[in-house]
């Protein structure tokens, strides 16, 4: 199945500020984005429901741990699912 999120486009400044955010500055912003909903933990799963979407694409999930994505290109993934924009980064206070 491809994915059906189109890759964003980080500048270099932007990367920078986004790629050192750990799982639970994520989760935060989640909890802060109206287009997604939590539903719940289980373990150190924290599952985030948004109905605009079609299965199996509706759900999101972050396997919570205090440190940062080692891997980038699984970060820069579910940004691509999450949807969230340069504007809400920014509104946010994530980056300048």
């Excluded at 935060?28 to 079609?54: C, E, H, I, M, R």
């Excluded at 579910?78 to 980064?89: A, G, N, P, R, S």
Aim: aromatic letters at 16%; hydrophobic letters at 30%; glycine letters at 4%.
């Amino acid at each position: 199945m491809e994915f059906p999120f189109p890759h964003k486009r980080w500048t270099g400044q932007e990367w920078d500020q986004i790629k050192n955010l750990a799982k639970l500055d994520l989760i935060s912003l989640l909890d802060k984005d109206s287009n997604w909903t939590f539903v719940g933990a289980k373990g150190a799963n924290y599952v985030y429901y948004n109905p605009q979407y079609k299965p199996p694409y509706d759900y999101l999930t972050i396997h919570y741990h205090r440190e940062e994505y080692r891997n980038k290109g699984l970060l820069r993934r579910l940004l691509d699912h999450w949807c969230c924009t340069v504007e809400d980064l920014k509104r946010w206070k994530v980056i300048k």
